[in-house]
């Protein structure tokens, strides 16, 4: 993503269901999309994880999990201090 369109990135957590933010060669601005609905026989036959319940349980990747979330704020410091 362009540096000066990095401002988009604080919106990914508000997207929903079937959106997306486009950029790239082919698209003059980036810009946020919503594509459209599958036919019922092509959708896929879940529900999806319930990715806040999973997060909050004790199991035994914990130590994974918090890892990498060290690591990722870790590196997201050394962004900031360039």
Avoid: H, Y
């Amino acid at each position: 993503m362009p540096d000066a369109a990095r401002g988009n990135l604080a919106t990914l957590s508000s997207l929903g269901a079937q959106e997306a933010i486009v950029c790239g060669e082919g698209v003059p601005l980036p810009m946020r999309i919503r594509f459209d609905d599958l036919p019922r026989g092509r959708r896929p036959r879940n529900e999806g994880a319930d990715f806040a319940k999973a997060w909050q349980t004790d199991s035994a990747d914990a130590d994974f999990r918090d890892e990498g979330v060290r690591r990722w704020r870790q590196q997201s410091r050394k962004r900031l201090a360039i």
